[in-house]
């Protein structure tokens, strides 16, 4: 039998009711058609959930896995994935997080972990290369995660890598996310939640065999060739340097953090209180570095170490707290603050407990605003007055949360049925996918791209199913963007992020989308692609993912065949939804209690259909038509969706690679 590459080709099932564990091949069919990651965590969901399956019952499935590119020479191939169906939405839900944990489990000797059922007991599971062994948890159970992961290495060794729960995944509260030995987060959609359910507190492994590589002096050169290029990038030295501190100062100076839980458009433009410097100077990335020296800290093979350990010699301790993380981090800035330390603490009250990042603070945000709008009053808070600018008031929801106690319990559910269990009036009504809360720029950036980008992702909300090319951060438009939108014929959008609508911003979306689905199903860092430090790589990543995917696997994926790819996965996912009866009317944008400025329905409905038929769907109902499956190899889908009684989608055309011109995915030929 010829060598495996890249894959390890193993796929692990452990059943936590009877306790089995078996291996079974990864095959060669499906890692030509599925991949790996997102991918093939889609397929497994499709086939062995549906819509009767109670996201915290035993049927559910808990789908950890690598891609191919994991554990080797490729920069940042250190992607966790993991796949489930959501307990806060009821729908598919994926999530993705950096750190050591898939290149430890491939050098375990495996690809993939599939977990059905549900243990008596808590258990972990331990991996050490061929030895598989379900372990008691109940020493384990209670603990956060930084004391979980001691207790695991004073067992195991210093050397182990870990995925657990905290307490709010015990405790089942509806968005807990679980969280790796070095503090990533595999954040959205309540993985964490369904762990709990299942009696699972962590998965610990540690592994010694090889990955075998097809070509490796070619991998060698490619990866060469990549590194080089990086340091060439603007943002390459400034993010190595600051990390993801940057993104406060960007976003205060682009306009798009939305001071008092989002209800003025633009900070500080247009807040009526506080000046642009008042605002930005406490996250201003040079005088943080300056006053809390970092220690910096990298995924498996990245270059960039986006991440530091800042050095709090407040009440929170030295290198007590990780620093700031981007969109999650975002939230916790949702009122006026004025001091760095406190909001970081927040998050690392999150990471321990094991709660995601951007839900726990949207929702704790919600419920300072209902509170401060005389909603609710102490009779519902357990008497605590809700101040936004207080951090304590923070601190004590985060706790009640992961503890369910009190309103914690209520909020424990997420904003949306905490509104509905509070007697919250609504203004409007909220889709099933906007259950995974989230506040996103659209609304403050006033920027069409993303505004489509993050109403169709299958998950939610989601800002990393795709991204936005123009500078909603206040960075430059990245000249491959500049050139797409002039063949496109596209407005582009300046700096004063007014809304230019036009139906071929759909193609932008799905450029972004495909480009994203790939990483996620080959296990690298996008933040080494076209979405952050290479953004202006002139011929974008497919290329590049294709000709490192033949020299890591020694399988010829053209760049064409991984464009089909994302999209038979995208397909996937969308057909989940559509079996449990979502469409047209769950992919609109969320406008809150507030309309943006600007947003014209008619006009974003154009747009939609675009997107709908450049995928092969049908565009009155976002249902897949049965040509797209059958073209993309889903005919067993197809066939299923008609027995669940779905009408496939009639109108439109069938998928068809070309529709978006080769030349704008950096494609030739």
């Not at 939405?89 to 489990?105: D, K, Q």
């Not at 951007?358 to 519902?380: H, L």
């Not at 979306?509 to 076209?530: K, Q, R, S, Y």
């Not at 769907?617 to 066939?639: F, H, M, N, Q, S």
Request: proline share 6%; glycine share 10%.
């Amino acid at each position: 039998m010829a060598q495996v590459c890249g894959w390890v080709g193993t796929i692990l099932r452990v059943n936590l009711t009877t306790g089995v564990i078996a291996k079974q091949p990864f095959s060669q069919e499906l890692r030509n058609n599925f991949i790996g990651g997102s991918a093939l965590s889609a397929k497994i969901l499709y086939d062995e959930t549906g819509s009767q399956t109670d996201p915290l019952s035993p049927e559910n499935r808990f789908v950890v896995s690598a891609g191919p590119l994991n554990g080797t020479l490729v920069l940042g191939s250190c992607r966790t994935h993991i796949m489930f169906k959501s307990p806060l939405t009821n729908t598919i839900s994926y999530a993705s997080g950096g750190g050591f944990f898939t290149p430890e489990l491939k050098y375990a000797g495996y690809d993939t972990i599939i977990f059905e059922g549900r243990a008596r007991e808590p258990v972990y599971l331990w991996i050490e290369d061929d030895k598989v062994e379900i372990r008691d948890a109940k020493h384990l159970w209670g603990k956060t995660i930084d004391e979980t992961n001691s207790l695991l290495r004073e067992e195991h060794g210093p050397d182990i890598r870990s995925l657990s729960i905290g307490p709010a995944g015990e405790n089942l509260v509806k968005f807990a996310c679980p969280v790796t030995g070095d503090l990533r987060t595999p954040s959205r959609g309540g993985g964490g939640c369904v762990m709990g359910s299942k009696n699972l507190k962590s998965i610990a492994v540690r592994g010694t065999k090889s990955i075998h590589i097809a070509d490796p002096d070619k991998l060698f050169a490619i990866e060469e060739e990549a590194l080089a290029s990086i340091k060439t990038r603007a943002p390459y030295e400034f993010f190595r340097k600051y990390g993801t501190t940057t993104l406060r100062w960007t976003l205060l100076s682009g306009g798009t953090m939305g001071e008092k839980n989002s209800e003025w458009p633009e900070w500080p433009t247009g807040s009526p209180t506080y000046s642009k410097q008042q605002l930005s100077d406490p996250f201003r990335h040079d005088l943080l570095i300056e006053n809390y020296p970092p220690k910096y800290v990298s995924c498996f093979g990245c270059p960039l170490h986006c991440t530091a350990w800042l050095d709090f010699d407040e009440r929170f301790g030295r290198y007590a707290c990780k620093g700031d993380r981007g969109e999650g981090t975002r939230q916790l800035y949702g009122w006026k603050v004025d001091k760095y330390a406190p909001v970081v603490y927040r998050t690392h009250l999150c990471d321990q407990y094991g709660l995601d990042v951007i839900s726990a603070p949207s929702t704790i945000s919600r419920a300072v605003e209902w509170y401060q709008q005389g909603i609710i009053t102490t009779k519902d808070t357990d008497g605590m007055g809700l101040s936004p600018s207080d951090n304590n008031t923070w601190i004590e929801l985060i706790h009640k949360i992961a503890k369910r106690e009190g309103l914690g319990d209520i909020l424990a559910e997420g904003a949306s049925r905490a509104a509905e269990i509070l007697g919250v009036p609504t203004e409007t009504a909220s889709t099933t996918k906007d259950l995974l809360r989230h506040t996103g720029p659209a609304a403050r950036t006033r920027s069409t791209d993303i505004e489509l980008q993050l109403s169709v992702a299958s998950r939610g909300k989601d800002h990393l199913s795709g991204s936005n090319p123009i500078p909603w951060l206040g960075f430059p438009v990245r000249s491959r963007w500049v050139d797409i939108y002039k063949k496109l014929g596209l407005p582009m959008e300046g700096p004063n992020r007014v809304y230019a609508y036009h139906p071929r911003r759909a193609d932008v979306t799905i450029i972004l989308e495909d480009e994203m689905n790939m990483a996620n199903m080959l296990g690298t860092c996008t933040f080494n692609g076209t979405f952050w430090c290479n953004w202006d790589r002139p011929e974008g990543d497919i290329p590049y993912y294709s000709a490192v995917l033949k020299a890591v696997t020694g399988v010829d994926f053209t760049p064409q065949q991984l464009v089909e790819a994302a999209e038979r996965y995208l397909n996937l996912a969308k057909a989940y939804n559509v079996r449990l009866g979502l469409g047209r009317k769950d992919d609109q944008f969320d406008l809150g209690a507030t309309k943006p400025e600007g947003y014209v329905q008619e006009e974003y409905d154009k747009m939609l259909n675009r997107y709908y038929e450049l995928h092969g769907w049908d565009p009155e109902t976002g249902i897949p038509r049965r040509d797209t499956l059958e073209e993309l190899g889903l005919k067993y889908v197809a066939d299923d969706l008609e027995k669940h009684g779905i009408r496939l989608g009639k109108r439109g055309h069938k998928y068809h690679l070309n529709d978006i011109p080769l030349e704008l995915r950096g494609i030739k030929g």
